[in-house]
């Protein structure tokens, strides 16, 4: 069965580093990309970004690149999403999620999220 | 960047009834790369429908998708209690970018 398990939820500071994973099992981890997807307090879906377990090449949304670094330990099927300085604004909710089917790999499966909230 | 615009922004309508969902992209995109969504309260977006109009494994038959180019459509055709939700667009051909969401909410 195919699982992404994430770290627990948060509290932190602003101006304060933070690293969340996203444990995979059940799939072949290093075939498949895992992505990052922020939800902002009421708010939609957004893609940060996605990383290739194989080779650690990463690809950021022109919204994240430089806010947040996205990076995976392949010997524990791990992938993190990691910040130097948080800010208020980075209260959310996280998901990581891949896709394994070879025609274009939607987001079938994901993980149960990540609350981080930021607050002085 | 592409961009995702779905509408309405809130959908209410009764049990029983159809849903019709829009997505439309700011620049013309394949088929193979239109996906749905379902976000309930609370828990984590759900694949339904991929490449347009393929159904996810599990998604019952009143789901469908279709479309092209620009223009996308989600329509559910008999309303269940567990369809109200919050519904995104995604297309993945060029990077990845999520529609801003229809909530379907009970009239």
């Known amino acids: 069965e195919v699982q992404l398990e994430q770290s627990g939820a948060e509290v932190k500071k602003p101006g304060e580093s933070l690293r969340i994973s996203c444990k995979a099992s059940?799939?072949?981890?290093?075939?498949?990309?895992i992505n990052w997807v922020r939800q902002m307090p009421g708010k939609g879906l957004e893609w940060m970004g996605r990383?290739?377990?194989?080779?650690?090449?990463?690809d950021y949304s022109p919204s994240f690149q430089g806010h947040v670094a996205i990076s995976v330990d392949k010997s524990i099927n791990t992938a993190y999403l990691q910040w130097s300085s948080l800010k208020a604004s980075d209260t959310a909710m996280y998901y990581c999620?891949?896709?394994?089917?070879?025609?274009?790999?939607?987001?079938?499966?994901w993980g149960q999220g990540t609350l981080v909230t930021v607050s002085s | 960047e592409i961009v995702l615009t779905q509408s309405p922004g809130t959908l209410s309508l009764s049990p029983g009834e159809r849903a019709t969902l829009s997505c439309r992209a700011s620049q013309s995109i394949s088929t193979d790369y239109l996906a749905w969504y379902q976000q309930r309260p609370g828990q984590a977006p759900r694949l339904l429908v991929y490449?347009?109009?393929t159904r996810a494994t599990g998604i019952p038959d009143r789901f469908s998708g279709s479309g092209s180019g620009t223009d996308f459509t989600l329509t559910i055709s008999r309303l269940e209690s567990e369809d109200f939700a919050v519904y995104y667009c995604?297309?993945?051909?060029?990077?990845?970018?999520f529609g801003q969401g229809t909530k379907l909410e009970i009239k």
């Open positions: 999620a891949t896709g394994l089917d070879s025609s274009g790999f939607p987001f079938d499966y």
């Open positions: 990383i290739d377990p194989s080779d650690s090449y990463t």
């Open positions: 995604q297309q993945y051909g060029y990077s990845r970018t």
């Open positions: 059940g799939y072949n981890f290093k075939n498949y990309w």
């Open positions: 490449g347009t109009s």
